[in-house]
């Protein structure tokens, strides 16, 4: 069965929005760095992203932030990749004792224009052979990949819906907020599905979004003008925000 947004809450034990820092990953020490800095400033989890270097360079970095972290949450992006390449890469790191709770694409190949859905179709089978078990947030309508038609928002989700456990979108670009209308199209096509953000949240417009029930940022958390290094006042801040909408939802 799907995971449903009631199960996604009590997973990550928040009842408002779940905030995930996205570290863009320079070395270990860097990544280190930032991770101990979103554990002790209260966020869920975290999700590493390779913006700079290829996947092969990236996976000893996981291996050790993994081995330094046992117990917190990690997610990663594989940059420009599907799932296809990815799953694959996922289960042998758990062969090997590097568990990854949840896989994160830009780009889950949802088609909204067709009547099937091969690419996406591909990658679940994928999925399911390699036997990897995280969480699946599936980019949809997300920037930098194929335009979808404004009218078309609630169909591309509807159908993203059947394919990972957190259908997961954005504004049209890095630290641009996303349009309130296409999240309420999104929350109409998923009333009981979770949905994920992934740019533009900052802690002064958070509220905004209490449609949406995970926060995936760097640019609003990150000091001013740095891409890699979180502020520590930032996150908590943000971290605060969402823990007193929980309590007021």
């Given amino acids: 069965m799907p995971l449903n947004r009631s199960e996604f809450h009590k997973l990550f034990k928040s009842p408002g929005p779940v905030v995930l820092p996205v570290i863009h990953v320079l070395d270990e020490t860097q990544t280190a760095h930032n991770v101990e800095l979103s554990v002790t400033s209260g966020a869920a989890g975290v999700f590493l992203i390779n913006h700079d270097f290829g996947i092969d360079a990236f996976l000893p970095v996981l291996e050790a932030i993994r081995g330094r972290c046992p117990d917190f949450w ?17 289960a042998d790191l758990d062969e090997r004792g590097v568990r990854i709770d949840a896989y994160w694409a830009d780009d889950a190949r949802i088609d909204e224009s067709a009547v099937t859905q091969e690419e996406a179709d591909n990658i679940a089978a994928t999925r399911t052979a390699c036997g990897w078990e995280g969480l699946y947030f599936g980019g949809t309508a997300f920037k930098k990949q194929r335009p979808v038609d404004p009218k078309d928002y609630a169909r591309a989700a509807g159908i993203a819906g059947g394919f990972m456990d957190v259908v997961t979108t954005s504004g049209i670009a890095t630290g641009h907020s996303a349009d309130l209308g296409k999240l309420a199209e999104f929350r109409g096509a998923l009333p009981d599905r979770p949905i994920a953000l992934a740019s533009g949240i900052t802690p002064d417009n958070a509220t905004d979004y209490d449609m949406v029930d995970c926060f995936m940022v760097a640019t609003g958390i990150n000091f001013e003008n740095d891409f890699y290094n979180i502020d520590p006042a930032r996150l908590s801040q943000l971290v605060d925000v969402c823990r007193d909408m929980g309590e007021t939802s």
């Fill in 74 to 90: 990690i997610g990663v992006n594989f940059l420009a990749v599907t799932g296809l390449k990815a799953f694959p890469i996922l």
